[in-house]
């Protein structure tokens, strides 16, 4: 007979650490029980998310992409919002991959399946054509946003995040903020060189007109994903997310706890 795995209450969140095997993007070792916690709520998991989510990847995907253990319930609540983020991008952008998934791509094909989501991008596009997005599909960004950092997090440093901790900053169209103007904003003092004690703001000022502050990127899917932690502000941590050179939007959480 086979037995199936306890199913526990879990502990709080910072208690559980588990190591990732990112060949199969199973947990190989976990702290709580048989079971593997869902990666977002803690509870146990019967299923696993990619991370990054693939709506905000293009097809062929990246053959290491991975998955983390999730439950159903995060699961589901998640697709929703996923479809809803992947139509966006494909609105607003001026790339032209993402110009082709509108016309008559994926994404064209998704919102004529789904009378939900045709009405909120119908509702959204104003006379002249343009894509006006709401505080509530603005949401469904965040949401996706952190849930994406919550996995980039996760496969890093091998730690979980409560969903508690993660805080969009802000998500930009590139068109208005630059990638480097968003690192500029939210990189925390440590970031700069320390020439003066007292004249951080000119230095700021003088700096920022001299050049970039270097971030280290991992290039997950050229040109369309790739992701950055830096050191914040207040002993935080920023994760930027540059999704298809169109959108950057910047998370805040917790910095790892040092080996
Ligand atoms: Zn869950």
């Not at 919002?81 to 994404?107: N, Y």
């Not at 968003?182 to 920022?208: H, N, Y």
């Amino acid at each position: 007979m086979i037995q199936r795995p306890r199913r526990l209450t879990p502990p709080p969140l910072e208690q559980m650490i588990v190591v990732m095997n990112t060949r199969r993007g199973l947990s190989k070792l976990s702290l709580f029980g048989n079971g593997f916690p869902c990666s977002y709520c803690g509870f146990p998991a019967e299923s696993d998310d990619h991370t990054p989510p693939r709506c905000l990847l293009q097809k062929p995907y990246p053959k290491n992409l991975a998955t983390i253990p999730a439950c159903h319930k995060c699961n589901e609540r998640f697709s929703e919002d996923e479809e809803v983020v992947e139509a966006v991008l494909a609105h607003v952008s001026f790339e032209e991959d993402l110009m082709r998934e509108r016309r008559g791509g994926k994404v064209a094909r998704a919102i004529d399946r789904n009378p939900k989501l045709k009405a909120s991008t119908e509702g959204q596009t104003d006379e002249n054509g343009r894509f006006r997005v709401t505080k509530k599909t603005l949401g469904k960004v965040s949401r996706v946003a952190e849930k994406t950092v919550q996995g980039l997090y996760f496969r890093r440093y091998e730690r979980m995040l409560a969903p508690q901790d993660v805080t969009v900053l802000a998500i930009e169209h590139q068109h208005q903020v630059s990638v480097d103007q968003m690192i500029k904003q939210f990189c925390g003092p440590e970031s700069w060189p320390d020439v003066t004690r007292d004249g951080k703001a000119l230095e700021r000022a003088a700096l920022a007109h001299l050049g970039d502050i270097k971030v280290d990127w991992e290039d997950y899917q050229p040109g369309v994903f790739r992701f950055a932690f830096f050191k914040g502000r207040r002993s935080r941590l920023v994760c930027l997310l540059d999704l298809h050179q169109t959108l950057v939007v910047a998370v805040e959480c917790p910095r790892p706890p040092s080996r």
